[in-house]
C-alpha cells in the first residue's frame, strides 16, 4: 500500500480497553439471550472461550504481523491478494452499515417503551423507528468528525456507561432475588428448537467486535503491547456482563415474556414496579441509550478506516484516502458508511412488521458479519495461531447455518429467506461491480 497520510496517535490502554468494551458489548443481545432461557448462560461462555479468545489472541499476532490502520483489510490482502483483500473489507463494511440501522431500531424502541403506556406504541411504528433511527445514526457519527480527541470521549462514555448499567441493573435484579426467589428455574443446558435456533448466531455475532480495535492500528499508542492487553481486559469484561445481565433478566421474568426487542425495558419496569422506585425504569433506558451512542461512535469510526485504506491502495475513489485538514479524519468514509446504513434502514423495513424487518436485519448482518472471519482466521492460520484458527472457523460455520433460520416472530418465511438470498447476493456482487472499475 502507498504511504497513507497520518493519523494521530491518541488511543492508549484505558482509551483502547473503553473502544474495545464500546465495541464488543451490546445490551440489544440480552432480551434476546434471556428469550432463550437459562441455557444461554452456558452459550456466552461457549462463545468466549471458543471465539472471542481465539479472536483477541488472532488480532494481537496480525497486528504485530500487519502494523498500521485498516485491520483485516491489510490482514487479507498481504495473505491472500488484493480482490480477496477487497471482498473482505467491501463485505465486512457492509455488514456494518447493517449493524447501524438494527441497533438504532433496537436502541430507539427500549427508549420509548420505557416513557410509559402511552408512549410504548411507538416501538412498532415504522414511521418513529426511521426517524429516531436516522436521526442516532447520524448524530453518533457526527461527533467523530471531529477527530479522535474529541471523538474518543463518545466511546470512553459509553464504555464507562457500560460498566455503570451492569453493577446497578445486576445488583438490584439480585437483590429481588433474595426478597421473593427467581422468576425462572435456572438450569444451565441450552434448548435446540426452531424458535432458539437462530440465537445461537447471535451469541456468536455478540462476541465479536475484537477485530475492529485492529482497524485502529495506526492510532494506537505502542499497539503491540497495548492492543493484547486491552483485548483481554474488554474480552473478560464482555463475558461477565453478557452472562450477569442475562441472568438479571430471567432472574426478573420468565422468559416467554421477554420480547427480543423491548425485553430489557419489560424487565427495568418490572423491578421499578416491585421495588417502588419509579426512576429506575427511566434512569436504565438513559444508560441503555448511552451504552448504544458508544457502539455507534465506536464502530463508525473504527469501520470508517477501512474505506480510507482502500482508498488509499485506489481501489476505491481518491477522496475516501484522504483525511480532513482541520480533524485529521477519514470525513468521507465517515459520510458513505451513514449514507449507505441509511438506505439499508429505509430498504429493509419494506413487506413484512416492523419487528419481522427487525430480524430479517440482524440475520443479514450476522451473515455479512461472519463472511470476513472465514479471511480473519485464514491469515491466523498463517500468523501461526493454528489453534485460533481452527475454533474460529468452526464458531463461524455454526453462525452462518444458524441465521438463516426464522425465529417465531417471523411471519412470511419465503419474504424472510428471500431478503436473507438477495441481500447477501447483493452484498458480494456489488464487491465484484466496485472492484474492476477501480483496479
Not at 480497553?17 to 443481545?29: K, M
Not at 456468536?204 to 499497539?223: C, H, N, Q, S, V
Not at 479471511?375 to 492460520?381: E, N, Q, T
Not at 498463517?382 to 441465521?403: E, F, M, N, Y
Request: charged share 10%; hydrophobic share 55%; net charge positive.
Amino acid at each position: 500500500m502507498q504511504d497513507a497520510p497520518a493519523l494521530k496517535r491518541e488511543l492508549g490502554l484505558r482509551d483502547l480497553t473503553l473502544f474495545a468494551i464500546a465495541c464488543i458489548v451490546g445490551v440489544r443481545w440480552i432480551p434476546a439471550a434471556a428469550h432463550a432461557g437459562p441455557g444461554s448462560l452456558t452459550l456466552w461462555l461457549l462463545a468466549a472461550v471458543l471465539f472471542t479468545a481465539p479472536l483477541a489472541v488472532s488480532v494481537a499476532a496480525l497486528c504485530a504481523k500487519y502494523p498500521g490502520t485498516g485491520g483485516l483489510y491489510l490482514w487479507t490482502r498481504g495473505d491472500f491478494g488484493p480482490w480477496h483483500g477487497f471482498l473482505c473489507f467491501w463485505i465486512y463494511w457492509m455488514g456494518i452499515a447493517l449493524w447501524f440501522p438494527s441497533a438504532a431500531m433496537f436502541y430507539m424502541s427500549v427508549g420509548v417503551y420505557t416513557l410509559g403506556p402511552s408512549y410504548a406504541h411507538l416501538a412498532d411504528n415504522r414511521v418513529y423507528l426511521v426517524t429516531a433511527s436516522l436521526a442516532a445514526v447520524w448524530i453518533a457519527l457526527g461527533t467523530n468528525l471531529a477527530g479522535m480527541k474529541i471523538g474518543k470521549w463518545t466511546e470512553n462514555v459509553g464504555g464507562a456507561a457500560t460498566w455503570l448499567l451492569a453493577a446497578i441493573f445486576l445488583g438490584v435484579a439480585l437483590l429481588i432475588f433474595h426478597r421473593r426467589g427467581s422468576a425462572t428455574p435456572i438450569h444451565l443446558r441450552p434448548e435446540w428448537n426452531w424458535d432458539t435456533v437462530n440465537f445461537y448466531s447471535t451469541v456468536a455475532y455478540a462476541m465479536t467486535g475484537m477485530e475492529m480495535a485492529g482497524l485502529m492500528g495506526g492510532e494506537i499508542r505502542d499497539p503491540q503491547r497495548t492492543l493484547p492487553r486491552a483485548g483481554w481486559i474488554a474480552s473478560a469484561f464482555a463475558t461477565l456482563f453478557y452472562s450477569g445481565l442475562t441472568l438479571a433478566l430471567i432472574l426478573l421474568l420468565p422468559p416467554a415474556q421477554i420480547s427480543e426487542m423491548n425485553g430489557f425495558a419489560q424487565a427495568a419496569d418490572s423491578a421499578s414496579s416491585t421495588l417502588g422506585i419509579w426512576w429506575f425504569a427511566p434512569f436504565i433506558a438513559v444508560m441503555v441509550f448511552i451504552t448504544g451512542v458508544g457502539q455507534f461512535g465506536g464502530l463508525g469510526t473504527s469501520v470508517s478506516r477501512l474505506p480510507f485504506a482502500v482508498g488509499v491502495d485506489k481501489l476505491l475513489p481518491a477522496a475516501f484516502g484522504k483525511i480532513h485538514p482541520r480533524w485529521h479524519t477519514p470525513y468521507v468514509s465517515i459520510l458513505a458508511l451513514g449514507g449507505v446504513a441509511s438506505l439499508m434502514l429505509v430498504a429493509i423495513e419494506l413487506g413484512d412488521t416492523a419487528r419481522a424487518a427487525y430480524q430479517a436485519m440482524v440475520s443479514l448482518m450476522v451473515i455479512a458479519g461472519f463472511i470476513p472471519f472465514i479471511y480473519i482466521f485464514g491469515s491466523a492460520w498463517k500468523a501461526g495461531c493454528r489453534l485460533s484458527a481452527l475454533c474460529g472457523w468452526s464458531v463461524t460455520a455454526l453462525a452462518l447455518v444458524c441465521s438463516v433460520a426464522p425465529t417465531a416472530e417471523v411471519h412470511n418465511v419465503w419474504l424472510f429467506e428471500a431478503k436473507l438470498a438477495i441481500g447477501t447476493a447483493a452484498v458480494i456482487g456489488s464487491a465484484w461491480l466496485v472492484y474492476p472499475r477501480r483496479k
